[in-house]
């Protein structure tokens, strides 16, 4: 009995060391997730695959799986899916299957393979950096910011989408401001890809836009774009300054001329009061 239980379990260890030396097991991939940005939408895991390959299966949730052909068995750990998902409504999930290298056979049946989180192009994708650009009105008390619509990495009609052709009126901005070197903020909303803000006259404003769609149940707010300021009007003195520091000044200033006048009366004064015939010229 003792010895047929030895016989089998070196059995056991030689058929299970041959299905690791001929590439049957493989490692699962790990931290499969998506990435997408403007549209542009990668699935992606780890780790490196050294004697074995990957292969990516996505599908609508509930219909059947499909393939990119560029990842199929590669030794890459990402997987462009941007052209796949053309239904940017609907919601999506993705397998990575762990198989053998291009070219070699396995005698599994069935390869081990990680399933991603859902996502959902349209609730789902970070909007990108808008820009802008800053017109000061004539009279320096308005600011007008022509905002231009990120582009998208969807090819449609000869041309790249931008998010305006993709959200439509679902696509707001949000403007934040302030004057120049102060830690004050406000917030704007606007509709459309220009915004009229009432500011101080001659004062420099700076601001940062970002995508806003308050449809979204999560990621409603891009990217903040790069901070810009509009340029400082010279404006007289007391404005730039204000009443306080000129008023400093002023009190600086005839302390200083008291100074000067009261200083030499009183030395001079000791100097007559020394002398007892002595002429009073300290005036």
């Known amino acids: 009995?003792?010895?047929?239980?030895?016989?089998?379990?070196?059995?056991?260890?030689?058929?299970?060391?041959?299905?690791?030396?001929?590439?049957?097991?493989?490692?699962?991939?790990?931290?499969?997730?998506?990435?997408?940005?403007?549209?542009?939408?990668?699935?992606?895991?780890g780790p490196e695959p050294t004697n074995y390959s990957y292969t990516v299966e996505f599908s609508v949730v509930g219909k059947d799986r499909e393939r990119n052909p560029h990842c199929i068995r590669t030794m890459s750990t990402e997987c462009d899916l941007t052209s796949m998902l053309t239904k940017l409504n609907?919601?999506?999930?993705?397998?990575?299957?762990?198989?053998p290298l291009p070219r070699e056979t396995s005698d599994l049946s069935e390869f081990p393979f990680t399933r991603s989180e859902k996502f959902c192009p349209y609730e789902d994708t970070n909007i990108g950096k808008p820009e802008f650009k800053i017109e000061v009105?004539?009279?320096?008390?308005?600011?007008?910011?022509?905002?231009?619509?990120?582009?998208s990495a969807l090819y449609?009609?000869?041309?790249?989408?931008?998010?305006?052709?993709?959200?439509?009126?679902?696509?707001?901005?949000?403007?934040?401001?302030?004057?120049?070197?102060?830690?004050g903020k406000r917030t704007q909303d606007t509709d459309s890809n220009e915004i009229e803000l009432d500011v101080d006259k001659?004062?420099?404003?700076?601001?940062?836009?970002q995508a806003y769609i308050p449809s979204r149940l999560r990621r409603q707010l891009g990217e903040s774009s790069q901070s810009q300021c509009s340029p400082a009007e010279d404006?007289?003195?007391?404005?730039?300054?204000?009443?306080?520091?000129?008023?400093?000044?002023?009190?600086?200033?005839?302390t200083a001329l008291i100074s000067a006048i009261v200083i030499p009366v009183v030395l001079c004064?000791?100097?007559?009061?020394?002398?007892n015939n002595g002429k009073d010229d300290c005036l």
């Open 1 to 45: 009995m003792l010895e047929t239980r030895i016989y089998a379990a070196l059995c056991f260890s030689f058929f299970f060391l041959i299905g690791e030396v001929s590439g049957t097991t493989y490692p699962l991939a790990q931290d499969v997730k998506w990435s997408s940005i403007d549209f542009k939408t990668l699935l992606m895991w």
């Open 90 to 99: 609907e919601t999506y999930t993705a397998v990575v299957s762990s198989e």
């Open 202 to 209: 001659g004062a420099s404003y700076c601001f940062n836009v």
């Open 235 to 254: 404006r007289p003195f007391y404005e730039e300054y204000g009443i306080g520091v000129i008023a400093g000044v002023i009190l600086v200033v005839i």
């Open 137 to 151: 009105s004539k009279d320096k008390r308005k600011i007008t910011l022509y905002i231009k619509d990120p582009l």
């Open 156 to 183: 449609k009609d000869g041309r790249f989408l931008n998010m305006r052709d993709i959200f439509m009126g679902d696509l707001k901005y949000r403007v934040s401001y302030g004057k120049a070197q102060t830690s």
């Open 269 to 275: 004064k000791r100097r007559h009061n020394t002398r």
